[in-house]
């Protein structure tokens, strides 16, 4: 998740609704997202393959409708983190250029093909990392997690002190006061839209779903990582937003949006550091970006594999789910999700607007395939089938969290279709709407026009599939959950 450099990328969206605002909507929404971890880790515990969440959609879901609805929730979930990677390779590239702007006291222009530049070479060397073998790709990571615990502690260190050298921290009365609205929202609905700030931060965490099929015991290892993650996030993140709210130079917050240098997180370290640290740290975010970037080509790679490989992924999927038995990692499926960060990634020569779906669409997506598993299991019919993993808190506690999951997934996904101003024209029109909804009708009329030819739902990898009706990983399951029972 790459915490520091995530919060730099989507600050201006908890700032817009005042001091207070920017705190209590990341507070409020990695509240809410642990229990859509809950729910994921419930799932992972229970049954743990790489092709997750449209493997469980199509397990729990009435007969009638699993195979179609599988094929939507596996195509929204390649779109979320295709498009989760395209927001992180923009931030990357944003932060970079702030970096030189500010080394060059503002003698730089930072545009759209720059940023298009940048975004797309932080993109094809992703796709060459994440092609290296796992072992590789795992001790990268680790020096990735390393990294970020090291720009935290900087931040929360080097930040404060600074400012307090040459500035008055805001007060704790002005903090938790101030609601200024940089929207033409209402108030109340503009605090709302910034809780997609800590929505997309706090994300991807499905990822560890999607390596299960590379880990040891993933039973449990996968609800400690996903859990972990979110709630580490959710308190690192607060005291990160603290000090951004209360390094803000007298509560000056429209001077920090409107930043000569591309980023309010550039400013308020230019604030408090002066022009050298600022350089400095800022190039030591885009490290942390550029690590997280290839975090999740990994992730999403896996996904799209594991979905070609059940014949899911429309129209070249026979070339996508070839794994080369000398590497014995999916390039192909990196490649393809390489190319598809590359064309989405086009957005950014709209503008800012365009800009902003990039990260709206991926808490859009994403979240359609996190909330259906648990929504499934809470209706009668998946709930006969569900039969829980070593992770599970009791009927009561789980189900209540996978219900507040449910209603949490529905929210911010109607949330995330919104533009940030009521008057709508090219430059503040949500893409969101377009491409998300576009690409989930466009999905299903595939599916209906031509895919079910062919995807017939999760298969079996197994060498002795004669016992499993249609050689489908469903029976099998079916199968050890009656043995469970019983």
């Given at each position: 998740m790459s915490l520091l450099p995530s919060i730099a990328s989507i600050l201006p969206i908890l700032l817009s609704s005042g001091l207070l605002g920017a705190w209590l909507s990341w507070f409020l929404a990695s509240f809410f997202i642990l229990f859509i971890g809950m729910g994921l880790s419930f799932h992972a515990s229970a049954i743990p393959t790489s092709g997750g969440l449209y493997y469980y959609t199509n397990y729990y879901s009435p007969e009638s409708i699993r195979?179609?609805?599988?094929?939507?929730?596996?195509?929204?979930n390649t779109l979320g983190l295709a498009a989760g990677t395209c927001a992180i390779n923009y931030g990357f590239a944003v932060e970079v250029l702030s970096a030189i702007f500010i080394q060059r006291d503002g003698d730089f222009e930072i545009t759209d093909g720059a940023l298009y530049g940048l975004f797309a070479a932080c993109v094809v060397t992703n796709i060459i990392i994440a092609s290296v073998a796992t072992k590789q790709a795992a001790r990268l990571q680790a020096f990735a997690v390393y990294l970020n615990i090291f720009l935290i502690v900087i931040f929360l260190i080097a930040v404060p002190i600074g400012y307090s050298k040459n500035y008055e921290f805001n007060s704790r009365e002005l903090i938790f006061s101030d609601l200024q609205n940089f929207r033409e929202w209402?108030?109340?609905?503009?605090?709302?839209?910034?809780?997609?700030?800590a929505a997309w931060v706090i994300g991807a965490f499905d990822s560890v779903i999607h390596c299960s099929e590379e880990c040891n015991n993933p039973q449990r290892a996968m609800a400690w990582g996903i859990l972990g993650s979110i709630g580490a996030c959710g308190v690192l993140g607060v005291a990160i937003v603290t000090v951004c709210v209360a390094c803000i130079v007298d509560g000056d917050i429209q001077r920090v949006l409107e930043?000569?240098?591309?980023?309010?997180m550039a400013q308020i370290i230019y604030d408090s550091l002066g022009k050298h640290w600022a350089v400095a740290f800022m190039a030591m975010i885009a490290v942390g970006q550029y690590f997280m970037s290839t975090s999740i080509v990994i992730a999403v790679s896996r996904q799209s594999w594991s979905f070609a490989r059940d014949d899911g992924l429309p129209i070249i999927y026979n070339w996508v789910k070839y794994v080369d038995p000398r590497v014995k990692v999916p390039v192909r499926a990196t490649i393809f999700v390489g190319g598809l960060c590359l064309a989405l990634g086009l957005l950014v020569f709209i503008g800012p607007a365009g800009a902003n779906a990039l990260f709206s669409l991926g808490i859009c997506s994403n979240n359609l395939a996190w909330m259906m598993p648990s929504?499934?299991?809470l209706l009668p019919y998946g709930r006969k089938k569900f039969v829980p993993g070593p992770f599970w808190f009791g009927k009561p506690l789980s189900y209540t969290a996978m219900t507040i999951a449910c209603l949490w997934g529905v929210f911010i996904m109607g949330l995330s279709l919104f533009p940030d101003n009521i008057a709508v024209d090219k430059?503040?029109?949500?893409?969101?709407?377009v491409i998300n909804v576009g690409m989930w009708i466009l999905s299903l009329a595939y599916y209906f026009i031509y895919g079910h030819k062919i995807y017939s739902g999760p298969k079996s990898n197994l060498e002795d599939e004669g016992d499993y009706a249609e050689s489908s990983d469903v029976a099998m399951i079916e199968e050890i959950a009656t043995e469970k029972k019983v």
């Open positions: 195979v179609p609805l599988s094929f939507l929730i596996g195509c929204a209402p108030i109340g609905w503009s605090v709302c839209i910034s809780l997609q700030g930043s000569s240098t591309g980023s309010a929504l499934l299991i430059e503040t029109m949500n893409y969101t709407v």
